[in-house]
């Protein structure tokens, strides 16, 4: 096996083409510039093989779905990606081809953000774990948080959700499967879009913004209990992916869509002002922010009007 | 167990006081400002149970060691720490007095070296896992690299190696013991001394530096390759620890000091011109850069005018 020198020198030092990058991998720390007027916006996100995803997956495909996860994050900011740095334990047996996998599929979703990476770390470890931290640039004071939702707003959904999880249980069977040209539900799995166009769209038409990484009712209560509010969706209105209702039936997708994560969705609430822009950006309004009722047991989110179980309310780490 | 949201608010959200941190713990992302006519810095390290730590040792030392070396690549570059990421994966039986002594230690290592933690990720693992992304700031254009040692520089240490490496048998054979009293090895390796203060000013005294995590002669070659040339290593003239000598006789302390790391003294060249306000500021020189002989075997380091063995040059990550 290569060393740890050689291993980041063949697998991790491609050339990065950004003003903003004054020192990349091969030295003690990467430095960044952040222009006049902005701010950095950073995240970190770690992924867990036989966790996150099947330890067996293609290694290209992990890699894929780990940066775009990580920059999900910063989408749901409105912020625009700039680089990132990578934290990679591996098992002692993993061959360089896997490794040279893993590059491949993280340098090709790495250009399509066009996203540096700029630094990392490599160690030896009993399990695959895998941690991005991802950051980008957003103008001062104008990145999207979760505390600014307001009354009477309105609550809005990017794209359609639980098609990642409807796909897990097919992954979950054949995990070595190859899906590069699979258009159906795996691929939603593995290739998330991160909406980094909309998010820096939603910067000047949204009050609060999340993604959606452990399920729509959960991230949701995120968002309510960041902002002090109530969340009330509409079920009828979320909308559901049509390959999700076909293998799964109408309820079980609606199920997927409530608690299952893994879609990258932003979550967002806007004035009614800006409804038909959002509309027009093919976003669907799926609910609304209310007061919070006083009761000693908060209802930070609420399904129909009516109260939500906590333990149905997304994936939990632990 | 408490869920991950809870663990998050009750372990890692302590009150941050820094002006540049726009957003910490809780949203999405982090938000910093990098202030103008400075650069952001920053270095992402891992560390394993039981590879690069005892499983078994007190949280809260396992923590304060993360943290300590992660800032020192901060040191070596110059910086003056500001923030840190943290991304932590935990085996599913870790217990919340373990998470609250491992949050403690971290907490008072933070402190110490006045470091906000503005964000992370918790995520259940087979193995005890700990990233720390770090970051501080420096004037721009002033971070001390890898790349710019030049001929006839002398070449320095900050201060004795080879303590921490010494310590390692011992913590070893009982990693449960409690330290925190301890001045003798074992506090070496615990609580390594990130060299902040040093680093900052060597920016104008060095012309390359880093920090030894991976054993003296590994890492001087990598400021030799770096900078394309070749250092020699005066062997009489490291700075040896006392208790190394006393407990494993002098050659195995020095052979400790060339290939064992986890010391984080910075190592670094600079001209004869500043050796007096070097040896004022408690250096050690231990030789010089030369020119690289041309050779098909590149000899980056020699020591005592000597060439040295790739295999007996420091640690191996795999």
Chains 1, 2 share one sequence.
């Not at 061959?95 to 700029?118: K, V």
């Not at 800006?274 to 509309?279: D, E, I, T």
Request: glycine share 6%; hydrophobic share 40%.
């Amino acid at each position: 096996m290569l060393t740890e020198f050689e291993l980041i020198k063949h697998c991790f030092n491609w050339p990065q083409n950004n003003e903003h990058i004054i020192c990349a991998v091969g030295d003690d720390a990467s430095i960044v510039q952040v222009p006049n007027g902005y701010e950095l916006v950073q995240s970190i996100d770690t992924q867990v093989a036989d966790v996150h995803f099947p330890a067996t997956a293609p290694a290209d495909l992990i890699a894929q779905r780990a940066l775009r996860c990580a920059i999900s994050d910063l989408a749901a900011m409105g912020a625009n990606p700039q680089a990132f740095h990578l934290a990679l334990s591996l098992p002692k047996d993993t061959s360089q081809q896997w490794l040279q996998s893993f590059s491949s599929g993280l340098r090709s979703c790495a250009n399509e953000y066009d996203i540096s990476l700029i630094g990392g770390d490599t160690t030896s470890s009993p399990a695959l774990v895998i941690t991005l931290q991802v950051q980008g640039l957003v103008q001062t004071g104008k990145a999207l948080t979760r505390t600014k939702a307001q009354l009477d707003d309105d609550v809005w959904l990017s794209g359609q959700i639980g098609r990642s999880a409807a796909a897990l249980s097919n992954i979950l069977k054949s995990p070595e499967a190859n899906i590069e040209n699979d258009t159906s539900l795996a691929a939603a799995y593995y290739y998330p879009q991160a909406q980094i166009a909309l998010g820096q769209q939603l910067i000047t038409l949204a009050h609060s913004a999340m993604d959606i990484s452990d399920g729509l009712l959960q991230d949701a209560s995120h968002i309510a209990k960041a902002s002090n509010c109530c969340i009330n969706i509409e079920s009828q209105h979320i909308p559901l992916n049509e390959i999700a209702i076909e293998q799964f039936g109408q309820n079980q997708a609606l199920q997927f869509a409530l608690t299952g994560g893994d879609d990258y969705q932003l979550l967002f609430t806007a004035p009614k002002s800006v409804a038909k822009k959002l509309n027009d950006l093919g976003c669907y309004r799926i609910g609304k922010v209310e007061s919070l009722k006083k009761q000693s047991n908060k209802n930070w989110v609420l399904l129909d009007s009516q109260p939500v179980q906590n333990k149905s309310m997304g994936y939990q780490h632990f």
